[in-house]
C-alpha cells in the first residue's frame, strides 16, 4: 500500500463544482469523502505496524462509500452528464493506477519467495491477487456508469478485455499446475497410511486452500469476460475440472477401503486362530457399547439438570448443545475403547481422519461456515428459543436451532430453516427481548376541529385499554399541520406480545369515537377557486 501513495497523493481528485442539476448536499459529500481520503493516505504514508492495515481499511472504506454515491447518482435522473463524467474519468485513474501498483506489489513478493517465510508471503500474494481482482470489477462498473453517460468507452473495455484474457490464461495454468500438485501430495499421503507424517498432510491442507484460491480469481475473471462478451467455454472446462477432482478426492474410496481393508484382515485372522476369545472379545464390546450408552443417558441427565439450574443462566440454545455434546462425546469414546478390544488399531483410523478432514473440510467449508457461526450465536446469545425475531429477511418465532441452521415459524405459521451463517451476517432485530415496545400511531382531525377535545379523547382510549402500561407514560401530542389535516401521533407503551392487539383496537376505537364525538377524519382534499377575468 505504501507504493500506491505517491499515486494517489499526485492525482487530483477534485472536480468542477458548477454543476446546476447536482445537489449541493451530492457535491459536499463527493469533496468530503475526497479529502478524508486524502488525510488517511497521509496518515498512511507515516503509519507503521498495526496502523497501516487500519489506514488501508479506512482509505478502502471511503473509496466505497464515495463509489456509491457516484453510483446513486449516475442512476437518478436529470443529472449533470459533464460532472458525473469527470468523476468517472477520475475513478478509472484511480484504478488503473491502483493496478499498477498491485503489479509491483505482487513482483516483489514473487521475488522474495524462497526464504523461510513463504507461507507468509504466499499469503500476502494471494491477498494482493484478490485486491487486483476487485479492482477489474470496479473498472467494468466504472465503465458501465460511462457508457450510461454517453462516453465513448468501447477501447477500454477492449483493453480491460485483452488484460483479463491474459490474466485467465495465466490462472488457468495456475490452476492446472496445482492440481497435479495436490494430487500427487494426495497419493502420497495416501500410500503413507498410518505413517503418514504431519508434513505431508500441511502440503495437502496448502495445496488446497491454494487451490480454491486460484480457483475462486479464475471464476471472477471468467464472469467478467463474459459481461464482456467473451468466448470462455475453455476457461469453464479448467474450473469444471478442478470441481471434479476435488469431488473425486471428496468421495476416494480407495484411501477409506485401504483402512477397512486392514481391519478386517485383523477380525479376519483372529477369528480363526482365536475363535473363543474372538467371541469373547465381541461380548466385551457389546458391553462396553451398552454401558457407553447408559453413561452416556447418565452424563446427559446431569449437564441438563446443570446447565438448567447454574447461575450464569445459560440459554435454552446453549443448555441443549452442551447436553447433546455430553452424550455424544461420552458415547463416542466409549465406541473407541470397545474397538480396541477388538484388536482394530486406532492409529490409521485417526490417520485416516486426519486426511479426510482436510478434504472433506474444503468441499463443505459453507457448513463450516454455518457451524462456526452457530458457535457465535451461541456465544453471545442475540435470541433464544421462543423468541420472535427479524433476520435474513425473515420475521417469526424461534422453534429449534442446531450448529448450522435455525428453525423459524413466520407468523403465518409456515416453517423455515435458515442456515445460521445468514443469520450472524446480517442485522438480527430480537422483537421480544425488551420487555416494553412502544406503538407508533398517527391520527389526524380536520383544521375545524377542536383540538384540546381530540387529545383529550385520545387519552382517555388509549389509558382505558387494560394491555396498555402505566409506566412509561402515553405520549400524545400535536405533531403535524398537514395539507389536508392536523396529525396527532400516540405513543403507548405495551408488552411485546401485544402490540398489534393495542395497536388495532385503539385504532378501531379511535374511529367509533371520533363518529361518535362529531370529529372529522379528513382525506386528502384541495381547494380550486375560479376568478372571471
Not at 478502502?60 to 460532472?83: F, G, S, V
Not at 464472469?223 to 470462455?232: C, F, K, Q, R
Not at 468421495?251 to 475363535?275: F, M, P, R, T, Y
Amino acid at each position: 500500500m505504501r507504493l500506491l501513495i505517491p499515486f494517489l497523493l499526485g492525482m487530483s481528485l477534485l472536480v468542477p463544482t458548477a454543476a446546476l442539476a447536482v445537489s449541493d448536499e451530492f457535491r459536499s459529500n463527493v469533496e468530503q469523502l475526497e479529502h478524508t481520503i486524502a488525510q488517511d493516505l497521509k496518515a498512511l504514508s507515516q503509519a507503521k505496524g498495526e496502523l497501516v492495515a487500519i489506514s488501508e481499511y479506512r482509505i478502502n472504506q471511503k473509496t466505497a462509500e464515495l463509489r456509491q454515491l457516484i453510483n446513486a447518482e449516475i442512476e437518478a435522473p436529470n443529472t449533470d452528464t459533464a460532472y458525473l463524467q469527470t468523476l468517472v474519468e477520475n475513478q478509472l485513474s484511480f484504478i488503473q493506477q491502483t493496478q499498477a501498483y498491485l503489479g509491483k506489489d505482487i513482483q516483489r513478493l514473487k521475488n522474495a519467495l524462497g526464504s523461510s517465510n513463504d507461507a507468509e508471503l504466499l499469503l500476502a500474494l494471494s491477498n494482493r491477487e484478490r485486491e487486483r481482482d476487485t479492482n477489474f470489477k470496479k473498472e467494468l462498473q466504472t465503465l458501465d456508469w460511462g457508457s450510461k453517460l454517453g462516453m465513448d468507452t468501447q477501447p477500454r473495455r477492449t483493453e480491460l478485455k485483452q488484460a483479463l484474457a491474459e490474466r485467465a490464461d495465466r490462472l488457468a495454468s495456475l490452476v492446472s499446475y496445482t492440481q497435479e500438485q495436490l494430487k500427487q501430495a494426495v497419493d502420497e499421503a495416501r500410500t503413507a497410511g498410518k505413517d503418514v507424517s504431519a508434513e505431508q498432510t500441511a502440503r495437502v491442507s496448502e495445496l488446497k486452500a491454494r487451490l480454491e484460491q486460484n480457483s475462486v480469481s479464475l471464476s471472477t475473471v471468467v464472469g467478467l469476460l463474459e459481461e464482456l462478451g467473451a468466448d470462455t467455454t475453455a476457461l469453464k472446462q479448467v474450473l469444471f475440472t478442478v470441481s471434479g477432482d476435488i469431488t473425486q478426492d471428496v468421495l476416494d474410496i480407495d484411501l477409506v477401503g485401504s483402512l477397512l481393508g486392514k481391519w478386517l484382515s485383523v477380525a479376519e485372522s483372529q477369528a480363526i486362530e482365536n475363535g473363543p476369545r474372538m467371541l469373547f472379545k465381541v461380548f466385551i464390546f457389546l458391553l462396553i457399547l451398552f454401558v457407553a450408552s447408559l453413561v452416556a443417558k447418565l452424563v446427559k441427565s446431569v449437564v441438563k439438570k446443570a446447565v438448567s439450574n447454574s447461575k450464569l443462566k445459560f440459554s435454552k440454545l446453549l443448555q441443549d448443545f452442551f447436553v447433546s455434546l455430553s452424550a455424544k462425546g461420552v458415547y463416542t469414546l466409549g465406541l473407541l475403547i470397545a474397538l480396541s478390544q477388538l484388536g482394530f488399531e486406532l492409529g490409521p483410523l485417526l490417520a485416516g481422519f486426519g486426511i479426510a478432514g482436510v478434504i472433506i473440510g474444503f468441499a463443505l467449508q459453507d457448513t463450516l461456515s454455518n457451524f462456526a457461526s452457530g458457535m457465535m450465536i451461541l456465544i453471545y446469545r442475540p435470541y433464544d428459543v421462543g423468541d420472535l425475531i427479524s433476520a435474513a429477511g425473515v420475521t417469526g418465532r424461534v422453534s429449534h436451532m442446531s450448529l448450522v441452521s435455525t428453525t423459524i415459524k413466520t407468523l403465518d405459521n409456515q416453517r423455515l430453516i435458515i442456515p445460521n451463517n445468514k443469520i450472524w451476517g446480517d442485522t438480527i432485530n430480537n422483537i421480544t427481548a425488551e420487555h416494553h415496545r412502544r406503538v407508533d400511531m398517527t391520527f389526524g382531525i380536520s383544521y375545524a376541529d377542536n383540538v384540546e377535545h381530540a387529545e383529550k379523547i385520545l387519552l382517555d382510549i388509549v389509558n382505558s385499554h387494560p394491555k396498555v402500561l402505566k409506566d412509561p407514560g402515553v405520549t400524545v401530542r400535536l405533531h403535524l399541520l398537514g395539507e389536508s389535516s392536523v396529525d396527532f401521533v400516540v405513543r403507548p407503551w405495551v408488552r411485546p406480545d401485544d402490540y398489534w392487539e393495542v395497536y388495532w383496537d385503539v385504532t378501531k376505537a379511535v374511529k367509533q369515537r371520533f363518529d361518535a364525538e362529531g370529529i372529522t377524519i379528513p382525506f386528502p382534499q384541495r381547494d380550486v377557486h375560479f376568478y372571471r377575468a
